[in-house]
Every structure is written in C-alpha cells, then in structure tokens.
C-alpha cells in the first residue's frame, strides 16, 4: 500500500468509544473542534448544533406572525433548544455530577433545584458547582405534564442551570409555558433576558454573600485578597460591575465557591 493511501486511510479513520471522552490538560474534549471568544473563552451558544433548534412558535403567535418553517435568520429571543441540545452542551463541557432538591411539593405545584459540579478545565482550573431553580405547576405545563410535575420541574432545573452557567440566551423547550393560557410568550421573553457572566457573579454574590452593591463586592474582594483566592491589581480601577471582564468575573465565581 502506497503512503499516499495510508495517510488517507488513518485520516478517515473513526472515533468511537473512550476516545471520544479523552480530554486535554486544557480540559476540552480532544476529538471536538471548539469555537472561542474574543476573549478566549469557549463560544458555547456557536457549539449548539443547528437541529437541536426550532422557532419558538409562541413567540410568533404572541405577536400574531406567521412561524417560519427553518431557524434561518432568526434570533436567540426566536429559537427554542431541545433538551438533548442541553445534553450536548453539558457532556461538551463536562460534568463531574448532577443532583437535584424537589422543595416545595404541594397539589399542583413543585420546586426543583438541579446543581451541577462541572469538570476543570482552562476557564475554571478548579471546577466549579452551579445551581439554579425552576417549577412545574398545573398553570404552566400542559395536561399530559401535569401528572409528571416533579420530572418536568427537574428537567426545567438542569436546563436552566446548563444555560445560565454556559451564557446560553436560547430558551429551553422545557422551560416554556405549556399551558392553554396566554402566560406562554410572557414567561419565555423573560426566561430569554441575557445572562452574562457578570450576572452570574451578581447572582453569586448576592445569594451567598449578602452583598446587593458594589461596594459590597468591593470588600468580597479585599477579602478574597486577604485570604490569597484571588489577586487582581487591575481590580483596583474597578468602579462598578461593568468594569469587571468577563474571565475575571468567571475566575471570581470559582473563589467564591471555594
């Protein structure tokens, strides 16, 4: 057999298996072509595969368009993702562990909180565990659904945590309102309000620390100085949380989660 053809033949040679899984030491999937930032991080809304996406029919209904028949040309605010799309994004990412709080358990109404410890890699060395919330009541799920609650309330939890955690303005198919009322578009507009890793150490911040102002968060990180989790000079000029990059602020949730 002539070179020429070997080399053709180990280039089309498939991946199967545990070498799907191998990971980097930058923690990315070693046989996936990954799509970046400006700022280095990972694109993960660009690494959504286009047929987990669909036009978010109530979003057009609402404003009494027709839907289109491809997702072409249409904006984040105007696609639904697929549960298996958030699945992709997760194993892409990697997870170490997924647990899940069914709270408030009433007729009708259940609360469920999913948290997430994601594997390290490049933009979090240390890992790091997210959590986020979400329910299923009789109002805003359909008939069928509505016998199911806790499922629904958990799947609407895991994909909000993966969306929220990996920047993903999408709206899940999960999280919209499946009921005959006219809640539907409203709950999907709001679901759909940006979330930048800024939010995320606000959010993070807020719910673990206390702090509601940036004058809080400028003491968090004398301490976090103190107590050697993060160093930053530049954090100096910092005069609001618009001031803080986007890697900065990843690198802060990480040390706050510590």
């Known amino acids: 057999m002539s070179q020429s053809k070997t080399a053709k033949k180990k280039a089309a040679k498939k991946v199967y298996g545990p070498d799907l899984y191998i990971r980097k030491g930058d923690g990315l999937l070693e046989n996936v072509d ?25 979003w057009f209904d609402a404003r009494n368009k027709p839907v289109p028949s491809s997702i072409e ?9 697929m ?11 990697g997870v170490r562990g ?13 609360t469920a909180k999913c948290r997430i410890a994601w594997l390290p890699n490049f933009e979090s060395l240390c890992g790091i565990e ?35 955690y990996l920047n993903i303005h ?16 409203v709950e999907a507009d709001a679901i759909a309000t940006p979330i930048t890793p800024v939010d995320l150490l606000e959010k993070t911040l807020r719910e673990k620390h206390s702090v509601d102002s940036f004058d809080g968060c400028k003491k968090v990180l004398r301490d976090l100085w103190v107590d050697e989790k993060y160093r930053n000079e530049a954090a100096a000029d910092w005069n609001s949380f618009k001031d803080i990059p986007a890697k900065e602020a990843r690198k802060l949730i990480v040390a706050l989660n510590q």
Not at 73 to 80: A, M, P, R
Not at 138 to 144: E, I, K, Q, Y
Not at 170 to 185: C, F, L, N, R, T
């Open 34 to 58: 990954y799509i970046f930032n400006d700022d280095g991080s990972v694109d993960w809304r660009a690494m959504i595969k286009p047929e987990f996406l669909y036009p978010n029919k109530g």
């Open 73 to 81: 040309g249409l904006t984040d605010k105007q696609l639904l993702i």
């Open 83 to 93: 549960l298996g799309g958030i699945k992709e994004l997760a194993k892409l990412r």
């Open 98 to 110: 997924v647990a899940y709080e069914v709270d408030n358990v009433s007729e009708g109404y259940v």
């Open 130 to 164: 997210y959590e986020d919330v979400a329910n299923a009541t009789l109002a805003n799920t359909d008939s069928f659904c509505a016998k199911f609650l806790e499922t629904i309330a958990c799947n609407r939890a895991f994909v909000r945590c993966v969306r929220n």
């Open 170 to 185: 999408i709206v899940g198919a999960d999280e919209i309102d499946k009921s005959q009322g006219a809640g539907q578009a």
